[in-house]
């Protein structure tokens, strides 16, 4: 899909939008889980340096890459009477 304005969805596009959103947003929070427990066992092995800083970098863009603004997806869909 091309980069609309959530305002011009259809009312069923933004329904699949918050679909999408949500399971996005849930195996996002499985790979950020995973990646800081990876950060966490090398912690504990005391084996600070590079190789537990590129966990830390992935979890942060993940932690960083929304496609829109949640809030704005949930006043459209109470706006719209929708959910």
Do not use: C, H
Not at 7 to 23: F, G, M, N, P, V
Not at 60 to 65: M, T
Request: proline share 1%.
């Amino acid at each position: 899909m091309s980069q609309q304005k959530l305002s011009a969805l259809t009312d069923q596009e933004l329904l699949q939008e918050a679909k999408k959103i949500k399971s996005t947003s849930i195996t996002n929070a499985f790979f950020i889980g995973f990646l800081l427990a990876i950060v966490f066992y090398s912690l504990v092995n005391n084996s600070w340096g590079f190789v537990t800083l590129i966990p830390l970098y992935f979890a942060y863009k993940l932690i960083n890459n929304s496609k829109y603004d949640n809030t704005e997806l949930e006043n459209l869909l109470k706006e719209r009477n929708l959910k």
